[in-house]
């Protein structure tokens, strides 16, 4: 932070002459000496509407003395030159002191200097006891924060394989996220359980994941050390699925993809929040801690508010980790190492233990016979869907392959894979007319199944030209293949805002 320095020369002035003309100056310019030693003293300028106050420190030994003025809070510049400008008028201040300074006759200064230095060892000792308290506590400065470090590493190591895979670096498809193990409903309470836990390490662009990752940090290095590593992950996992369950509940009748680390942030900040309400800590650190986090919590939850973020999620987290916190507090209480290290093992257990109960939950809960129909119009839609883009994804591969593929090889996948795969991508979305769709999925419905035609229409009449050697009849095939592509190319445009508009309802 920017500071400016310079050396006051004091000849044959003894050190407690040079202590007390410093006091002298300090009170002539009307700023608060803070801190009082041997050869050391600490003031601070005022503070105004329209600046803060700098630290002023005087060091002096036989024949100097250094000035320093430093701003300290957290200023990347001195633009005005105000560092400069303190150690110029408390220049001009002890001059002038000095000038008038008779020895021997400042008996009531160094009496206020005395009380200041007595009234400084026993703010030092104090602050020293406080963070002792602190770190017996957090372990702020005798633990460490590797685990969230790897935490981080792994969400930044799936996204770099997702990108590798071909996915979007700043907007990936939904269908690219389930792919990757998102929280879909129709798949997660149908047998896929783990997506519960996989979407925790997904995320939805690179902004995403930077958000996610800097929230993680920043509760990371509080939480870990109090914690220890096993504790903290178990709760971590823990509070990520209970955003994932709350996910469900909520979107249990809607098309909503959810990933991202944020709901298992969410938790982890509601555990801390939980601790923070409490005497643990220390009151002295405490208050401003509860603060910076009850203001971080509640800006995202109301930016949450908006469309596309997963409210749901974080709510389901943080309140996770809220209940997290009560849990943890009651073996946080015991003083002794020995009893929090008995302890650790089995809280860690709990946390894994519950961890599977939510998935249970969430599986049982939402699926056939439970308070979420699996045969709903909606879930019918999702499956269909998800099992479209499979099929979907291997008619493309074929033409994407064609190049390497003899004609007869090429031939034989347009039929038997290509066609086929359309075929029965149409009767996905003929099936679901009886669904009660609302009238924008019905839409999108009847689009897809002629979009289906069209590809089969496409895929056959690629087989009639490799076929026929009559020029006529090739001809015309040409023309019904370039006009039946641009047919599914118009009607792709068409799904993609559609789909955009289904998108935005469910949200």
């Given amino acids: 932070m920017p500071q400016h320095q310079e050396t006051i020369v004091t000849d044959s002035l003894a050190l407690e002459d040079v202590r007390i003309i410093c006091y002298q100056a300090l009170e002539k310019l009307g700023w608060k000496t803070i801190l009082a030693a041997e050869n050391i003293l600490v003031a601070k300028t005022p503070q105004t509407w329209k600046r803060y106050a700098n630290d002023v420190t005087m060091e002096w030994?036989?024949?100097?003395?250094?000035?320093?003025?430093?701003?300290?809070?957290?200023?990347?510049?001195?633009?005005?030159?105000?560092?400069?400008?303190?150690?110029?008028?408390?220049?001009?201040?002890?001059?002038?002191?000095?000038?008038?300074?008779?020895?021997?006759?400042?008996?009531?200064?160094?009496?206020?200097?005395?009380?200041?230095?007595?009234?400084?060892?026993?703010?030092?000792?104090?602050?020293?006891?406080?963070?002792?308290?602190?770190?017996?506590?957090?372990?702020?400065?005798?633990?460490?924060?590797?685990?969230?470090?790897?935490?981080?590493a792994i969400n930044l190591l799936v996204f770099i394989a997702m990108v590798a895979g071909g996915v979007n670096f700043f907007e990936p498809s939904a269908d690219d996220i389930i792919r990757w193990g998102g929280n879909l409903a129709s798949l997660t309470t149908e047998g896929e359980w783990w997506r519960m836990l996989s979407c925790i390490f997904v995320h939805i662009g690179i902004l995403h994941l930077i958000f996610n990752m800097y929230g993680l940090y920043i509760i990371g290095r509080y939480l870990e050390p109090m914690l220890g590593k096993p504790l903290f992950l178990s709760a971590y996992l823990f509070t990520g699925v209970g955003a994932s369950l709350a996910s469900l509940w909520w979107h249990r009748n809607e098309i909503l993809v959810s990933a991202g680390a944020s709901g298992a942030i969410f938790g982890m900040f509601g555990l801390f929040l939980a601790l923070l309400l409490t005497d643990l800590i220390p009151k002295q650190v405490r208050s401003t801690m509860l603060q910076s986090t009850a203001v971080f919590v509640g800006y995202n939850l109301i930016y949450g508010i908006k469309g596309g973020v997963d409210n749901s999620a974080h709510i389901g987290g943080l309140v996770a980790g809220f209940l997290s916190g009560l849990i943890v507090y009651q073996f946080l209480l015991k003083k002794e190492e020995e009893k929090q290290r008995s302890v650790k093992p089995m809280m860690t257990v709990l946390f894994l233990l519950l961890t599977a109960v939510l998935i249970w939950v969430g599986i049982n809960s939402f699926s056939t016979g439970g308070g979420y129909n699996s045969q709903s119009g909606v879930d019918r839609y999702q499956k269909a869907a998800t099992e479209y883009t499979r099929l979907e994804a291997e008619a493309l591969k074929v033409y994407e392959n064609s190049n390497t593929l003899s004609r007869a090889e090429y031939m034989r996948q347009l039929r038997e894979i290509v066609i086929p795969n359309w075929k029965k991508g149409e009767e996905l979305f003929r099936d679901l007319e009886d669904a009660g769709l609302n009238e924008g999925m019905h839409e999108f419905r009847e689009a897809m199944v002629d979009y289906s035609r069209l590809q089969q229409r496409k895929a056959e009449t690629t087989i009639l030209?490799?076929?026929?050697?009559?020029?006529?009849?090739?001809?015309?095939?040409?023309?019904?293949?370039?006009?039946?592509?641009?047919?599914?190319?118009?009607?792709?445009?068409?799904?993609?805002?559609?789909a955009e508009e289904i998108q935005k309802d469910n949200q």
């Fill in 61 to 152: 030994e036989q024949g100097s003395l250094r000035v320093t003025s430093k701003m300290t809070h957290g200023e990347l510049i001195d633009a005005f030159g105000r560092t400069k400008k303190d150690v110029a008028d408390f220049t001009a201040a002890f001059q002038s002191v000095r000038e008038l300074y008779q020895p021997g006759q400042e008996t009531a200064v160094q009496e206020k200097i005395q009380e200041l230095e007595a009234a400084s060892i026993q703010k030092v000792e104090t602050e020293l006891q406080l963070a002792a308290e602190t770190d017996r506590v957090m372990k702020i400065y005798s633990g460490n924060s590797h685990l969230t470090v790897v935490l981080i």
């Fill in 465 to 498: 030209l490799f076929e026929t050697t009559t020029p006529a009849v090739n001809e015309t095939m040409t023309r019904d293949l370039n006009l039946t592509e641009e047919k599914i190319d118009s009607l792709i445009i068409r799904l993609q805002k559609m």
